[in-house]
Structure formats: C-alpha cells, structure tokens
C-alpha cells in the first residue's frame, strides 16, 4: 500500500554529492578524451576545452542553484519549466525525459554493461542484451527497495570509481614517460571543431543538474543545496583535469586522437596485459555507478509528472515507508528493458545516442537557463535563501552555452539527433489529448503540489 507521503528530508550533503557525481563521472570519460583531443590543435587547447566545460557547468549550477533553493521539488527541472513556461513546454520535457534523455541513457549505459560482463563470462549470442536486461532489473529492484539501499549502493559505487580514477592517474603520472608535446597549434579552434569538442565535453560533465531532483530530499535543503552543486563540479572538473593532463603526458594528443580507448592504452602502456583487465573493471563501475543514479533521479521526474497529470497519476505515488517513487522506478525500468529489446543485435550505438540525446538535452536546458531570468521578473518577491553572484552574466553565460551547443548538435552530428527530435514530437499528440481534456490550463493556473501535500 501507499501511504500518504511525499519526498522527506533523507539525504545528507554527503550522499547528495556522491549521487551527482557517480551520476556525471559515467563511461564518457573513458571515450570522450579521445574526441576532445582529435578536434584541439595542440595539449593546451584540449586542456583548455575541459576546463572551459568545468566553467560552464559552474555557471549552470549557480543558476540551479538558486532555483533550488528558491523552489525545492523533487520534479527538478519540470517542476522550474512549469512556474516559468506553464504545463506545455514542463509536460514536453517529462516526455522527453521518460522517451528519451534518461531511459535512453539508462538503457545505453546498460549494453556497455552487457558488453563487458560478456567479456568476462559469455552467455551465448545474446550475451549483452541478457546482461544489460539484468542490471536494469538489479537496480531498479534495488531502488525499489528504498532511498536507503539506493544511496547506499551509489556511496559504494561512486567512491569505487573515483578511487580507480586516482589511481589510474596517480600510476600515470608516476610511471609512464612523457611523449613529446607535439608542435603547438593556435588555441583558437576551428567553428567545427570547437562544436565537436564542446558537445562531447559537456556530455561528460552531464549530470550536476540531477541535483534538483534531490532538492526536496536534502537535509536542510536551502543551506546545503549550494554546497551539494559547488562541490560536486569542483571534484569533477578537478578529476577530469587530472585524468586528461596524464592521458596527455603518457600518449601524446596524436595517439589519444587515434585511440578510441584511451585508458586502457595507458593502463597497457603502464602495467601491460593487466591494465586492460584494470580498465574493464573501471568501466563496469562506472557504468553501474551511472546506472544507479539515474536510475534515481529519472524516477523522480516521472513521479513529477504523475503528480501533474491524471492520465499518468499512477506515477506519482510515493512510498512513505521507503522513501521513494515505487510506481515511478517500475514504469521506467519497463521502459528501460523495452529499449533494451529494440536494441538486441543493434551495433554499438554509444556515439549515436550521443547524437539522439543531445539537441532534445541542451534545448530543455536552454529554457531552465531562461527560466531563471523569468522567474525573476515574474516573481521578485519570491524568497531567494541563495541569489547568483553577478547576476545576470551566470544566466547569460549558460544560455550562450546551451544555445551553441543545440545548434552544434543539430549542425555537426548525423541522424540520430533528428530522431531524437522526433520522438520528442510524437509527444505533441499526447500533449494536445490532455489539453482537451482538461480544459487547457495555463501557466497561472497551474497548480503545484508542495513536498509536504503530495497525493498518493
């Protein structure tokens, strides 16, 4: 049964900031480098672009921040894109949260979990779609189970693959020679390659901003909101520093521009036949570190929504006892397997769910960027506990990111981006049913249920 029971303050700063980053520091940091290095004409420039990510995540995180604290809720972004945009634009971005962003996310992160579980043990020749519907199943039943067994399993897995990282770097910088620099090129790059880099850094930083749908589960939230965001993109611009400049050091940018596994070509250059069997391990973490958390963040979103709408009311049912969205976790963990279904034999789709996820993902996080800006001029008396520093350059500055790097993702990928599009269109009809429905609401008369009154 379902008690009546909303979201609780459940998680300490601690367990907050492992969530983030065992959410941000995924697989992309195992790929992504080799991306980066082939569209930076020297070391400095490739640096240059993960810092300049690091930069950019800073100003987003201020600007949700101070949403955060203005407006705790576990529906994150859909509840900020509701006060600010009314229910179309919020109800768009559930549906593309649920079809799109983090299902699909989910259900990627599983196949390279599949992938690599078969290389260590082979079940027959649907080896990893076996494996990939298990970790689904593990880890929604794991979730289900309760916000305790769930953060727990984050603390362990985040930790887990932030130790390896260290490690890793800490054996490169120590053990492996230096290459050559290479001649230095301008630290101005190309349109295009600025585009590229810049898509596939921001991908690897991904994730900071599954902090607002924790924001009505901190403990006291509007005072540790600040610190959770803060110190979850400083550690992770920090190890994404570290790892790139002992890439740098112990490949050269040409060879990390010719590998597409990085580490573990430093691993092998480190420790030999070992490192690869080091690196697989590594990987299997942080996939399942990934997986776990969005495993938890995305159930938040569908439980915002059933809150939202009738239709889908089934998903916002919270369960008091374990601290968490029951109905959410098993609606999205079957929408997880489907997609693990329809991706049976598909080829290795990790670039092209770059490509599906990424205009859907910076367009929705262009208008929580505007939102911010909205909020203030149709809001000013709203209590701010944390209002942006510089205001409004933070905003601007992540806009002009969000804006660029939709443009870049419809500009320079292939296909899968514009069926990433469409699949966020094929909301339209749902969207336009539950108008007629309900009379069509507006943005002022859009009701949102406060943590402590949520219907069950």
Request: proline share 5%.
């Amino acid at each position: 049964m379902f008690e009546a029971a909303g979201p609780e303050k459940t998680l300490s700063v601690f367990d907050a900031v492992a969530i983030v980053v065992g959410t941000v520091v995924g697989v992309g940091i195992f790929k992504t480098p080799s991306v980066v290095a082939a569209n930076a004409s020297g070391a400095a420039t490739a640096l240059l672009f993960w810092l300049a990510g690091g930069l950019a995540s800073l100003a987003g995180a201020l600007c949700y921040a101070e949403l955060m604290c203005a407006y705790p809720h576990a529906g994150g972004d859909y509840h900020y894109l509701t006060r600010a945009f009314g229910r179309a634009p919020s109800f768009l971005y559930a549906w593309a949260r649920i079809a799109v962003i983090q299902t699909g996310s989910i259900a990627m992160v599983a196949f390279l979990i599949g992938d690599y579980a078969s290389v260590i043990f082979h079940l027959g020749p649907f080896s990893s779609s076996v494996y990939a519907a298990l970790a689904v199943i593990l880890f929604t039943a794991v979730n289900m189970a309760g916000i305790r067994q769930g953060k727990a399993a984050q603390i362990v897995l985040a930790a887990g693959i932030v130790a390896g990282l260290v490690t890793v770097s800490a054996l490169g910088l120590f053990l492996a020679s230096s290459q050559p620099a290479g001649p230095a090129g301008s630290l101005v790059p190309e349109k295009q390659s600025l585009g590229t880099a810049m898509i596939f850094v921001l991908l690897t930083y991904g994730g900071w901003n599954e902090a607002s749908f924790l924001s009505a589960e901190i403990r006291a939230g509007r005072r540790n909101i600040l610190k959770v965001l803060l110190i979850s993109v400083g550690c992770v611009t920090a190890l994404y520093l570290l790892v790139n400049l002992v890439l740098l050091k112990g490949l050269g940018r040409e060879a990390m521009a010719s590998s597409g596994t990085v580490v573990a070509d430093l691993m092998r250059l480190v420790l030999g036949a070992p490192g690869g069997a080091v690196t697989s391990v590594l990987i299997l973490l942080a996939a399942a570190s990934t997986l776990n958390a969005a495993m938890i963040t995305g159930a938040r979103t569908a439980y915002a929504l059933g809150q939202d709408c009738d239709v889908l009311a089934f998903l916002g049912r919270w369960q008091g006892a374990r601290h968490t969205p029951v109905s959410a976790l098993l609606a999205q963990g079957a929408a997880a397997l489907a997609l693990v279904a329809l991706g049976t034999g598909a080829p290795d789709g990790f670039v092209m769910m770059v490509e599906y996820t990424a205009p859907v993902f910076w367009l929705f996080f262009l208008l929580v960027g505007l939102s911010v800006i909205l909020l203030r001029q149709s809001r000013p008396q709203a209590p701010r506990p944390f209002s942006i520093p510089l205001y409004p350059l933070p905003p601007l500055v992540f806009i002009a990111v969000c804006g660029f790097l939709f443009y870049a993702s419809l500009a320079y990928t292939g296909r899968g981006a514009w069926v990433g599009v469409g699949v966020l269109l094929s909301g339209l009809p749902l969207l336009i049913w539950r108008r007629k429905k309900t009379g069509g609401h507006t943005a002022g008369q859009t009701k949102i249920p406060a943590p402590g009154n949520i219907r069950t």
